[in-house]
């Protein structure tokens, strides 16, 4: 399995150590809520728990995908999954799903933000109601679960949350700025979120993939701004487990993909914009989503 370990050059290269948190993180029993789980990592994230005894909060748009897969996974591993479409890119979704979950009396030990997607085109050639649906969806609605999970989850003295970043999160991302910059809050936030909770038994980590096999890039709408090693969806939740499991701030999945991320702050940072500009200028015209 191609996934960060503790034997891994990234972590002998770390110069920081996350302090650990008191106890294992356990899973039988208690309740993950997904974003973004009708497919990709969300997907994986779900398959995974599922086996390990979590029950689930499955939540995206595509509803049949959702009920399928809660089928499937209550079928195989004899666990609750609990299904509610929505769309978190739109104001107010993020309340409304907690309002949902807190009427049915369902508590949220692990809090997986997932769900998320990119635009790919110069910025001022992209709808601005894209644009503005990508920050709602990877920042606001990411932002408004961390707060509305953190309270209960610190009044038991443990959970998790994990908030999908990516390595795009490193530096900024010309043709896809707006992605690059949402990714960046992301993993700013959660290290922060990280440093405030870590003695109060509640682990954050930001999970930072490079490019992963999904429906990602049918979205963006071209395979070709899948810079660095490309991995499963599954060991990119392994890793992710891993990493909350060891009380670490964030995490880049595979130590290739970390090496890439960690050296473009080592240059001058006008000079890692151009060559990202260079790599990732589009070779042909792009077909725009809602054009």
């Not at 789980?37 to 909060?57: D, H, P, Q, T």
């Not at 692990?110 to 709808?127: C, D, K, R």
């Not at 601005?128 to 920050?135: I, K």
């Amino acid at each position: 399995m191609n996934s960060l370990s503790t034997s891994s050059p990234a972590s002998r290269f770390s110069s920081v150590r996350p302090a650990p948190i008191t106890g294992p993180f356990t899973y039988p029993g208690r309740r993950a809520l997904i974003t973004g789980a009708s497919s990709g990592i969300g997907e994986s994230f779900a398959r995974v728990l599922a086996a390990r005894g979590m029950n689930l909060i499955l939540v995206a748009r595509a509803e049949d995908k959702l009920r399928a897969l809660a089928t499937e996974l209550s079928a195989s591993h004899g666990i609750h999954a609990e299904v509610m479409p929505t769309d978190l890119g739109q104001d107010g979704a993020a309340r409304a799903l907690w309002g949902r979950c807190e009427a049915r009396g369902l508590e949220v030990d692990l809090l997986i933000n997932n769900a998320g997607f990119a635009t790919y085109a110069p910025f001022e050639s992209s709808p601005l109601a894209r644009e503005h649906e990508q920050v709602m969806l990877n920042v606001t609605a990411l932002m408004d679960l961390s707060h509305l999970a953190l309270p209960g989850m610190l009044a038991r003295g443990e959970g998790g949350i994990i908030n999908v970043a990516s390595t795009a999160g490193y530096q900024p991302v010309p043709y896809m700025a707006v992605y690059g910059a949402t990714k960046a809050f992301v993993l700013s936030f959660t290290e922060a979120l990280w440093a405030e909770n870590r003695e109060r038994g509640v682990r954050v980590l930001a999970l930072c993939p490079g490019p992963v096999e999904t429906p990602f890039f049918d979205v963006v709408g071209t395979r070709s701004v899948a810079v660095g090693v490309m991995m499963t969806s599954e060991q990119v939740v392994l890793a992710g487990l891993r990493g909350l499991e060891q009380g670490r701030p964030s995490l880049v999945a595979g130590w290739r993909n970390w090496l890439q991320a960690n050296l473009a702050r080592l240059s001058p940072r006008a000079l890692t914009v151009k060559i990202a500009a260079g790599m990732m200028k589009p070779r042909r015209p792009l077909q725009l989503a809602g054009s």
